[in-house]
């Protein structure tokens, strides 16, 4: 006679168990009816009080939730939320997407973070979106319209950015792991348009999201912000460059690209006294030229300019970076895999270098007409 096992028992167990107390495990479900799921939450400060905002629900008979409220801290303001709600409760283990207003974000997002980490129904692998010049809260509020919930909204948006490389949503897990690494890290910016400016039927009061560039965070708070026109940069640096095509326009002329591999190099400038003098970045691009003309200028001429602009991303992003003291791109971190020792005998921390620190740029690029007609 076969024994079953101790694991096969417990599962019975549970199983009777649950169906004695319910009358079967449908019971359990049933208790969603009466949940409001929340795929949002924003975070503002409004005249230095906390305010939090939620946004959720589907198309169905209930609608879409949107609550806003303050409290002393989050967990206060969760309270006051479902006050609000009344009967229903708000069911965050739902949550895709949490957003930061810019007053809140340079206020510090480290709160926010601890929160997430201590609430066992946030997940830290889900996007964080800063509002530039703006809240949170109009965004959760008036975007979707009446039928739809921030959810399809930000899910559009996050799904351009990974498409067509034009930025990144790092996730709270992925922000974290940058300020503890090195201090500082980057996050997607969004700017708030009115939705009737693309369509003419919405209501005055919706709102739409667009994609912004990123916002720079040091120690937590937003100190600054990359613009989207050079966003496109940072995916290059980082090996992040979109599964699909972009397009910019290049002296009046669209060019619709793919980029298929792209690489870069830090070479250190070492004073006698051991400290850094300089740091040049060299980039190297190949990209798939899917539409554009290169009979105008010729293929050489159109490689030029495509060359120039992604310099002036570079440019502009190391600029940033000396601006706001900020190594968003562990740009350290690669300098001390290079040379261990010398980066133990700096004189200077890097962190107090980086400010004042040249860094020039030099960029190589390589255009292809279709997928393998390479330039001769």
């Known amino acids: 006679m076969k024994r079953l096992s101790p694991v096969f028992l417990l599962i019975l167990v549970l199983l009777l168990s649950a169906c004695s107390q319910g009358g079967s495990l449908a019971g359990n479900y049933r208790e969603i009816e009466h949940m409001r799921l929340i795929h949002a939450v924003g975070f503002d400060l409004d005249g230095g009080r906390l305010e939090l905002s939620v946004s959720g629900g589907a198309k169905n008979k209930q609608g879409v939730t949107r609550l806003s409220g303050y409290g002393q801290n989050i967990s206060d303001a969760m309270v006051q939320l479902q006050n609000f709600s009344g009967k229903e409760e708000l069911y965050y283990a739902h949550t895709r ?16 973070l601890r929160h997430m980490q201590q609430n066992p129904q946030l997940r830290m692998d889900i996007p964080l979106f800063v509002i530039r010049d703006g809240r949170a809260k109009d965004l959760l509020l008036y975007a979707g319209g009446e039928e739809n919930s921030i959810y399809d909204v930000l899910q559009v948006v996050m799904g351009d950015c990974k498409k067509h490389g034009s930025s990144i949503p790092f996730s709270c897990d992925d922000l974290l792991v940058q300020l503890n690494e090195y201090g500082s890290g980057l ?14 039927d919405a209501q005055p009061q919706d709102l739409t999201p667009m994609a912004a560039g990123f916002g720079i965070l040091q120690q937590g708070k937003l100190v600054g912000y990359l613009s989207a026109d050079s966003a496109p940069g940072v995916g290059i640096l980082l090996g992040k460059t979109g599964s699909d095509s972009s397009t910019i326009t290049l002296e009046g002329q669209p060019i619709t690209y793919h980029i298929t591999k792209a690489d870069h190099r830090l070479t250190p400038q070492w004073g006698p006294g051991g400290g850094l003098t300089g740091l040049q970045l060299s980039v190297s691009v190949t990209a798939a030229v899917k539409e554009g ?15 120039r602009r992604i310099q002036d991303w570079m440019e502009d992003i ?9 190594d968003f791109l562990n740009f350290g971190g690669e300098l001390a895999r290079m040379a ?24 190589d690029c390589t255009l292809q007409f279709g997928e393998n007609q390479q330039r001769q």
């Open 97 to 112: 997407f949490m957003l930061c207003g810019e007053d809140y974000a340079r206020s510090g997002i480290f709160p926010m």
């Open 187 to 200: 996050v997607c910016a969004l700017d708030i348009r009115k939705t009737q400016e693309s369509s003419p």
């Open 293 to 307: 003309d290169s009979q105008t200028a010729g293929l050489s001429g159109l490689e030029h300019r495509f060359t």
């Open 318 to 326: 190391t600029r940033q970076m000396n601006a706001t003291g900020a």
């Open 340 to 363: 261990p020792r010398r980066w133990e005998a700096m004189p200077v921390p890097w962190p107090e270098q980086l400010s004042s620190l040249p860094i020039t740029v030099s960029v």
